[in-house]
């Protein structure tokens, strides 16, 4: 089945790290993917991962895979207040048709306070 | 500067109306995507095309239609048969239908009375 699921909330201090956290049930996921959403705004890509990694870095962005336990998390060094904002996690299934399909999780809101 | 644009940002409807929601990109890419977001979800699959002249359903395609008469545009037609057609809708694209990452277009937020 095609199921992603994050938790729907984060808070931090500015400064701190964050650590966002998915976790997907396809386990023939090709890629997973990292988008940020500002309010009223589209979804900017942030990062992606290969299956066949574990770990990607990306200046503040660390997005770790365990594809055992189906598990990815992003986290972001010294947030600021500027990544305020709702972070989508997705699968990337391929079925017999060729086409790629997302599957996106329900979103994490993370709040950065001062 | 390529990318992709959704026109209107707001639009509001009476109950029984179509309304058709554009989508265009200048990125040359032949993939375009129709979702749909509520909130405290994730995005939905409403339609896709992998080319030009073809499309197909997503997992939530009742009440909707699409065309792609032309590459750079995906427009979405959402029908008076669509029974929450309330909804932020977003569209986007990417070089081919298989295996590579989708640009995603600022949205319309759609409101029906």
């Known amino acids: 089945g095609e199921d992603v699921e994050q938790s729907l909330f984060l808070s931090v201090r500015e400064g701190d790290s964050s650590v966002i956290n998915c976790t997907y049930t396809?386990?023939?996921?090709?890629?997973l993917y990292w988008y940020k959403q500002e309010p009223g705004a589209g979804l900017q890509l942030l990062t992606y991962?290969?299956?066949?990694?574990d770990m990607k870095q990306d200046q503040r962005l660390t997005v770790l895979l365990n594809k055992k336990d189906k598990h990815l998390s992003l986290r972001i060094a010294d947030t600021q207040t500027g990544d305020s904002a709702i972070y989508f996690c997705a699968e990337s299934i391929i079925p017999d048709t060729g086409f790629q399909k997302l599957v996106f999780g329900t979103g994490t809101r993370l709040l950065v306070s001062p | 500067d390529g990318g992709i644009t959704q026109s209107p940002k707001y639009l509001f409807r009476k109950e029984g109306q179509n309304v058709t929601l554009s989508c265009e990109q200048n990125l040359n890419h032949d993939a375009m995507y129709w979702y749909r977001q509520d909130p405290g979800q994730g995005l939905r699959l409403i339609y896709y095309?992998?080319?030009?002249?073809?499309?197909q359903k997503g997992d939530i395609a009742e009440g909707y239609s699409v065309s792609r008469e032309k590459k750079e545009s995906f427009p979405l037609t959402v029908t008076s048969a669509q029974k929450n057609p309330t909804a932020f809708y977003l569209c986007?694209?990417?070089?081919?239908?298989?295996?590579?990452?989708?640009?995603f277009g600022p949205g319309t937020r759609l409101t029906v009375t």
């Open positions: 986007a694209s990417s070089i081919a239908a298989s295996n590579y990452e989708q640009y």
């Open positions: 396809d386990s023939s996921s090709t890629y």
């Open positions: 991962i290969f299956s066949n990694m």
């Open positions: 095309s992998q080319i030009v002249n073809d499309f």
